[in-house]
């Protein structure tokens, strides 16, 4: 689900092993038009010397053996392109991956897909420790009757760092912040001007978001524009 910490834990990875690689590459494919412009992008970027019109047969040169073994990170690749599915921007994603072992692809998905030859690792909700942990390390400080928050934020990893972080940045009391996520989680919709996040359709995450907005908002609102673009 959105706000699990499917990006955060792609991210971590990119950061610990990047230097195993030749080069990491981010792709957004949230739709297969992103898809196909991220891989252009990503072809830019490569030794022109080592691109040739058929991806296939640029795998087999000897000097792609050397410097190929690159890390791909693809995320939001949520769009289901399997049975009677009428998205035009849905895609297969095996389609558009060359036929080489050489390189990593790392993929994030809201989907199950079982695909062949893809070792595939679930993410569930965090227990209460595991909560506490992440709002006390993006808080900054151990936070006193965190019980309640923990129990309203329902494991979502994002939802409790993006808490943790407001109250560092506000100073503000855990029990006003607690009262002022029930005032928001009343009516988020509203708040957001009737548009939901596309990205994150839970209230809990929903919430968070719309709340830390308010607050950049009251600060700047050029800042809170620019979060809109």
């Not at 640029?58 to 009428?86: F, N």
């Not at 030859?117 to 595991?130: M, R, T, V, Y």
């Amino acid at each position: 689900m959105g706000g699990i910490g499917k990006a955060q834990l792609a991210v971590a990875f990119a950061q610990k092993y990047h230097r195993k690689h030749s080069a990491v590459f981010w792709l957004d494919e949230s739709s297969r038009d992103r898809l196909e412009q991220g891989l252009v992008d990503t072809a830019t970027r490569l030794p022109q010397d080592e691109i040739t019109a058929d991806i296939a047969e640029s795998h087999k040169q000897e000097k792609v053996g050397t410097k190929a073994d690159c890390l791909i990170i693809i995320d939001h690749v949520d769009r289901d392109c399997r049975g009677k599915s009428k998205d035009a921007q849905a895609y297969d994603l095996n389609e558009y991956l060359p036929p080489a072992n050489r390189g990593y692809v790392l993929v994030t998905s809201r989907l199950s897909r079982g695909w062949q030859a893809w070792h595939e690792a679930g993410l569930s909700k965090l227990d209460q420790e595991q909560s506490r942990l992440v709002l006390e390390n993006n808080a900054g400080k151990s936070v006193d009757g965190a019980n309640e928050i923990i129990r309203l934020l329902d494991g979502l990893p994002l939802a409790l760092a993006q808490v943790g972080t407001y109250l560092r940045e506000t100073n503000m009391a855990f029990a006003r912040y607690v009262q002022y996520y029930n005032r928001t989680w009343a009516d988020p919709i509203k708040r957001q001007d009737g548009s939901p996040l596309e990205e994150y359709k839970y209230r809990p995450m929903l919430t968070t978001w719309t709340m830390s907005y308010e607050q950049v908002r009251k600060e700047s609102k050029g800042a809170a524009d620019l979060l809109k673009l």
